[in-house]
């Protein structure tokens, strides 16, 4: 079957030359920090968030509204992880992971929304453009962020793709679910894509709204039994 083998060699193709930037929320002292909080990205990479401790998560924000989600000020929806429950997950040798899709080469702010972990610092930005205006830097942001009396989360996650990764393997067999959902821990896995693969083909099922990830897996695997 030429036409599909090329055709999966061309899907395979397009996402391989996506890159993936990788950010661990907090760390193993269950820092109030996001690492890297300070990245460039083009439109179309994707983040990763790899969460490595403790009860948080990740909201989009405007760099006006610190701490508030950005859909409250501005007319875009931007994203809401969840509350990632990493214990559960470590418990099952597993980190959550939170995929998103870069969409802007603007400036884009993003938060925790435990407790008062935003007013603590524990905010970061994509793309941070202080050549366009000096005053709109991370520095500034934090700052901002700590003068907020609240600390708002939205009412349940949305998007972005959330997926839970083996620990033990180094990465090999990330099990998935197609819907943003807190501490998702679907059994299921791919052992025909590394993981990061699978974080990609799992972010490209999204970005074309496929509901399943696995279904994409499956539309893959089925090619290859062509
Ligand atoms: C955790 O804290 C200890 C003691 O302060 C420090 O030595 C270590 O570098 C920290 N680890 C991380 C990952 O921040
Ligand atoms: C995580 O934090 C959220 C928000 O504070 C809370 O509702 C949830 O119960 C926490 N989850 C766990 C497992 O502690
Ligand atoms: C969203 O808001 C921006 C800036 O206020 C505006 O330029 C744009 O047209 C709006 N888009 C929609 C879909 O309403
Ligand atoms: C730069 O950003 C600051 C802080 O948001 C704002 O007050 C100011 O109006 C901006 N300057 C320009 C030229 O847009
Ligand atoms: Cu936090």
Known sequence: MHFT???????LG???????????VS??????????????ADVGDMIQFQFRNGNHSVVQSN????????????NM???FSGYQNVKASLAQGKIPLYTVMVTAKTPTWYYCSQGMHCQNGMV??????????????????????????????????F?????????????NSGSSSGTPTSGSDSSESSSATSSSSTAILTAAAHAVGVSSTLGLVGVVAALFML
Not at 5 to 11: D, I, P, S, V
Not at 14 to 24: E, I, M, R
Not at 28 to 39: I, K, Q, T, Y
Not at 63 to 74: G, K, L, M, R, V
Request: proline share 5%; charged share 10%; aromatic share 6%.
């Open 159 to 171: 998007g972005g793709v959330a997926t839970n990764e083996t620990t033990s393997t180094g990465g």
């Open 63 to 74: 760099f006006d509204n610190p701490c508030s989600p950005i859909a409250e000020h501005t």
């Open 124 to 157: 970061m930005v994509v793309n941070e453009n202080t050549a366009a205006n000096a005053s709109r830097s991370l520095d500034a942001f934090k700052a901002l962020a700590k003068a907020q009396t609240a600390n708002v989360a939205p009412p349940s996650a």
């Open 14 to 24: 397009s996402v391989s030359a996506q890159k993936v930037h990788v950010v661990s």
């Open 27 to 40: 760390n193993a002292n269950n820092s109030l920090a996001f690492f890297p909080d300070n990245l460039k």
């Open 77 to 79: 929806t931007g994203i």
């Open 5 to 11: 083998t090329a055709a999966l060699f061309a899907l």
